[in-house]
């Protein structure tokens, strides 16, 4: 059971470079979430896609881009990257009504 | 807009003590209650969820009952473990077209044998 599956796992960049973090769920759910979390701060929502081909800002958007490529797949992308956004990024989905969010295992992003 | 409040950690207990965090919330509408739980290096896990007022979630020894009238999904465990070791995330999810979730900040748990 693959449930969300994000790539890579680690990464590290040098400030300004830019990456997309791949996001794919295979659950047939229509909503898809990017999280970043820092110690001491929780979850902390960046962009948020409701169904395909729509997206909105979530707490933490400056900095950064998604594409809800279809129902499946929905990538956040760093333009240039910054130190601030050194940080676990989590993709999660879910499905109607009162159903759970299932998150991927995260990606762990240094800036240097 | 809608916001969980939980207790901030760290709570050390010994093992088999009996645990409590408060978790709190804020919404507009009638939202539906979770918590999950993250172990160290993974993502989070669903824990338990309940979806209308006094309905009680119940896995793995752990329960949390939906309080209406005090907004309150404080979870519980009668006697914990050293497995149970973990970050714990209240969270409420809204009803509406856009499926938003909120978490509370997460409380750490560190059981000592």
């Known amino acids: 059971n693959a449930g969300v599956t994000q790539t890579p796992k680690f990464q590290v960049l040098k400030t300004g470079q830019s990456m997309t973090l791949q996001c794919a769920q295979d659950m047939n759910h229509n909503s898809m979430y990017w999280y970043r979390q820092d110690p001491g701060m929780g979850l902390r929502l960046i962009y948020y896609s409701a169904s395909e081909g729509t997206t909105d800002k979530g707490e933490v958007p400056n900095g950064y881009n998604v594409s809800r490529l279809n129902k499946r797949e929905f990538s956040l992308r760093l333009e240039s990257a910054a130190p601030s956004q050194t940080s676990v990024y989590f993709c999660?989905?879910?499905?109607?009504?009162?159903?759970?969010?299932?998150f991927g295992d995260g990606t762990r992003l240094s800036i240097l | 807009g809608d916001s969980v409040t939980q207790m901030e950690g760290p709570v050390t207990l010994s093992e088999e003590a009996f645990l409590t965090i408060n978790c709190t919330y804020t919404?507009?509408?009638?939202?539906?209650l979770f918590w999950y739980v993250q172990y160290p290096g993974e993502g989070l896990q669903l824990l338990l969820k309940a979806t209308k007022a006094d309905d009680k979630g119940s896995n793995k020894g752990f329960e949390a009952t939906y309080r209406k009238e005090t907004t309150s999904f404080h979870l519980e465990k009668g006697s914990v473990q050293v497995s149970d070791s973990a970050v714990y995330f209240c969270?409420?999810?809204?009803?509406?077209?856009?499926?938003?979730?909120?978490f509370g900040t997460g409380t750490k748990l560190q059981v000592i044998p």
């Open positions: 999660a989905s879910k499905g109607t009504g009162d159903q759970p969010q299932h």
């Open positions: 969270a409420l999810s809204d009803r509406g077209g856009y499926q938003k979730v909120t």
């Open positions: 919404a507009t509408g009638y939202p539906s």
